[in-house]
């Protein structure tokens, strides 16, 4: 069983900046594909980015590129989300969560292991 703890949610003004961190227990972080998804009120959960075990490979929804990265420090078993160029749309739940196939995937039924969530709200 992995645990998921996000962090760095908070209220941001539209053109601003966070950063999102997952912490992740276990031993096998680095084995897993990670990803983030958002979930706004009235809306259904969407893919937002992913990274590869190795960190090898990254991608991203088409909504969110060029806007944000996504990272990993397998040595701290932690992935991250840097979002730049904030949009009210970009206003949700963040979710982080772990593919323990490794695979490259935007479908939410492809990860097992799911983060409690944390605020982000960007005022326009």
């Known amino acids: 069983q992995v645990q998921l703890v996000e962090s760095g949610g908070g209220l941001a003004q539209a053109g601003g900046s966070l950063r999102l961190s997952c912490v992740a227990s276990g031993r096998t972080f680095s084995t897993y594909t990670m990803g983030w998804f958002r979930q706004a009120p009235g809306k259904e959960r969407e893919f937002v980015a992913g990274?590869?075990?190795?960190?090898?490979?990254?991608y991203y929804a088409n909504s969110v590129k060029g806007r944000f990265a996504i990272s990993r420090d397998n040595a701290k078993n932690t992935v991250y989300l840097q979002m730049n160029s904030l949009k009210f749309e970009d206003t949700a739940v963040y979710y982080c969560a772990a593919d323990r196939w490794n695979r490259i995937g935007q479908r939410s039924f492809l990860y097992d292991y799911w983060g409690q969530g944390t605020q982000v709200t960007v005022s326009s």
């Open positions: 990274i590869r075990g190795n960190g090898n490979y990254t």
